[in-house]
């Protein structure tokens, strides 16, 4: 399609965000906020112990307690076999079902093991409490270290691990091992003159989203149910939901309420088939919601790791070889992402020796989910830390040293795809370029570089577009709405439409008003439904162009579009009037009825994205306190739709990768109790924290997108945990590789280091 990337009316503009005004009001309706006469409230009994067989359940004294109508156990869903996957998107259902309630043992403390639904909360509430479950302890291990040696205790027998040759003949916690190889690895580090070997440990970190996970589920006589949660892919909570309680797809109708924020945390479901199943067994409509502290012990942080990295390079600073090893901890059951982490690790760069390893364990801690470019993080966190190492023993500047060996056009990355046109030098020399790097430091400051990479992905997207009496248009799409899609679909509409922006609607569809669209995550949503809206504004603004031919009683091919009017092409066309959106809203009844579109695709094309960071620190001496005193974020956004959204995506994306970097951390006991499920002992960054953290918008456009378009939100998350650690080490002389780099753990390597 021809259009303009760079010279737009609405595309690239700060419109204002549809939502705003319901939002800062409080009128937006999130997952707890919708009510029905006559519902119950559901519950959940957790496990109080990490790992143990669940030797008999006893619910009746719980069914009969006055108010109880419902209760249920992991017996009350139907069995998945585990000879073969069974994928909802990337979850595995044979061990989502395991996960969302114990059968024969409890994995993790806080697994789900019963639920009941009650009158009143209240009562559900004491409901569990006459649950009797009688448990057989078993030894756990927490620790991916841990859970790797040969007597660890083993989680799974059915778990041998995957991708090794041959296959293993006793089970396992090492769930599977992947690789991405190219070149020669051997004769690479043989060429280097400078190696750098480190290690690297991080801990789980949770995405520390707003609004706890809540749904209500209400079935009908005919058993036609209804399902209103919030999450990032009411389609995945549909189709998730019918596989784990044996229902017909269509059978369901998932209702998307607002999202209070998922970062990767609400790709997967945790309750509504459990409601689905209390909902049946009671005939009434049943609500649950988490407590904070139950979203803390049951719900799926990011991976904790361990992870070696190796890199080499000449004096001259070309590097010759790199690889590395990321064990990821996955928490109860399969699915770290160990993959995407090897996958990211180096693709930033042009080398051509690379052996990048991922190794997915898993351990009595609760499945581990999705958070912000999941697993590019981590390996960006060792692989930037060892660049800045290295960069420093060859005496380069450690943006000209990056520069040096950036991946640009023409580069196959050890992953396997050979970029397209990507902006990721352009970050560097903007970095570079930019004031804040060569601004003066004080006492005790110092400051850190660092880069981060994500590979994008399209996907499944559905829009409509229709064309009201009065001329207003409604878009709409089947995507939550997480990092402003919405304002960006209406300056889309707009922009093509040649229309103002204002006379543009957008909402979010349904499961049974728009057709299949794919979870929001990884950064695909204005990539992929702005290439399904834009298929379907070129169709609308087709019958507009045949609506107005029709009226004149020309050649349609004798009609054009411009600045939302329909034209005549030329003056060998007929000298005609423009006719406007509104004129020919009003007489459509008389050309041919509604005036609307759809569109479904597949859509490919998505381009990989950089970011370039640089984060002064100060270090207290005194304390082993970090402050951030100042942060500039450089990414290469394709194009920016709307321009104060993906400053937004960057800002929070810096932020939460901040607290990662210095406080945040799961923290555990011998017993395998975790000792923080709350924000109270759960340290997020706030305000005070932080500076106003600057952002520099590169834009490269994505030559697969009509309008230019690259994924935004993950790669903010990328770069800051090295970022800061290199600041640390350059204002303290501290390379610390062990995340978080928390006061005591910077105190105590202080008091390490010769005083004069």
């Known amino acids: 399609m021809d259009i303009k990337v760079m010279d737009n009316k609405w595309i690239g503009k700060r419109t204002i965000r549809p939502d705003g005004a319901d939002k800062v009001t409080g009128r937006a309706a999130f997952g707890a906020d919708h009510s029905l006469p006559g519902m119950l409230w559901g519950k959940v009994l957790r496990s109080p112990h990490p790992h143990a067989i669940i030797k008999s359940i006893n619910l009746s004294k719980a069914a009969s307690l006055p108010g109880v109508k419902a209760v249920m156990s992991g017996d009350d869903l139907p069995i998945i076999p585990l000879d073969k996957p069974l994928m909802v998107g990337p979850a595995d259902m044979r061990y989502v079902s395991r996960n969302i309630m114990a059968r024969d043992k409890v994995m993790y403390a806080g697994h789900a093991v019963a639920a009941v639904a009650a009158t009143s909360s209240r009562i559900a509430q004491e409901a569990l409490a006459l649950i009797e479950v009688d448990y057989e302890i078993l030894p756990h291990v927490i620790d991916v270290e841990e859970a790797m040696r040969p007597d660890a205790p083993v989680l799974h027998d059915f778990l041998f691990t995957g991708g090794v040759t041959p296959k293993p003949e006793t089970p396992s916690n090492i769930a599977n091992r992947l690789e991405f190889k190219i070149g020669d690895l051997d004769a690479g580090f043989a060429a280097a003159d400078v190696t750098v070997e480190r290690t690297f440990r991080t801990k789980p970190v949770h995405q520390g989203y707003i609004e706890p996970h809540a749904c209500l589920v209400r079935v009908a006589m005919d058993g036609q149910a209804t399902i209103w949660s919030s999450s990032q892919g009411h389609f995945m909570v549909r189709n998730a939901t019918a596989k784990l309680t044996g229902m017909a797809v269509a059978d369901i109708h998932a209702i998307p309420m607002e999202i209070g924020g998922g970062f990767g945390g609400k790709t997967i479901v945790y309750l509504e088939p459990l409601a689905m199943i209390l909902a049946r067994k009671s005939g009434s409509p049943v609500k649950m919601m988490m407590s904070r502290e139950e979203v803390f012990r049951a719900t799926g942080p990011t991976s904790g790791s361990y992870n070696t990295v190796k890199i080499g390079a000449t004096k001259k600073g070309k590097i010759t070889a790199a690889s590395a090893v990321f064990r990821f901890q996955a928490g109860a059951f399969p699915g770290a992402p160990a993959r995407p982490a090897a996958m990211c690790a180096f693709a930033p760069y042009n080398i051509e020796n690379v052996e990048s390893v991922g190794i997915d364990v898993v351990m009595n801690r609760a499945k581990s989910n999705a958070y912000r470019a999941p697993g590019s993080p981590i390996a960006a966190h060792a692989v930037e830390s060892t660049l800045d190492e290295l960069a420093d023993k060859l005496g380069i500047d450690p943006v000209e040293f990056r520069l040096q060996n950036a991946a640009a056009e023409g ?176 007489k459509a009844t008389a050309t041919g009825g509604p005036i609307n579109g759809q569109v479904s695709i597949n859509a490919q094309g998505a381009a990989p994205a950089f970011a370039t960071h640089i984060c002064d620190v100060e270090v207290d001496p005194e304390t082993g306190r970090v402050e951030i005193i100042r942060y500039t974020a450089v990414q290469d956004a394709g194009r920016a739709v709307h321009p104060s959204y993906v400053e937004g995506q960057i800002q929070g994306g810096v932020a939460q990768g901040v607290g990662w970097a210095l406080n945040e951390e799961y923290i555990y006991d011998e017993a395998g109790q975790l000792e923080n499920p709350g924000f109270l002992d759960y340290r997020m960054p706030v305000a005070s924290d932080l500076p106003m953290i600057d952002t520099v918008i590169v834009e490269i456009p994505n030559a697969d997108h009509p309008h230019g378009v690259r994924g935004v939100g993950e790669v903010p998350i990328v770069p800051p945990m090295a970022a800061v650690a290199n600041a640390i080490q350059d204002a303290a002389g501290l390379r610390l590789n062990d995340l978080p780099m928390s006061p005591p753990k910077v105190l105590a390597a202080l008091d390490k280091i010769p005083r004069e």
């Open 411 to 586: 580069v196959k990355s050890a992953y396997g795809p050979t970029f397209k046109k990507i902006g990721f030098v352009e970050t560097l020399q903007a970095a570079k370029a930019h004031p804040h790097y060569d601004a003066p430091l004080g006492p005790n400051q110092g400051r850190g570089v660092a880069c981060g990479f994500w590979f994008n992905v399209g996907g499944e997207s559905s829009a409509q577009l229709h064309i009201n009496e009065d001329g207003t248009v409604t878009v709409i799409t089947g995507h939550p709405d997480i990092g402003g899609s919405r304002a960006s679909m209406v300056n889309i509409a707009a922009e093509m439409l040649g229309i103002d922006y204002r006379n543009v609607r957008a909402q979010i569809g349904d499961t049974n008003a728009i057709g299949i669209s794919a979870t929001t995550g990884g950064s695909r949503v204005t990539f992929s439904a702005g290439m399904a809206v834009t298929k379907v504004t070129e169709l609308v603004k087709q019958t507009l162009r045949e609506r107005a031919a029709k009226i004149w009683d020309i050649d349609v091919e004798a009609v054009v579009w411009e600045d939302g009017n329909a034209r005549p092409a030329g003056s060998n066309a007929g000298e005609f009037d423009p006719l406007s959106l509104a004129d020919l809203a009003a």
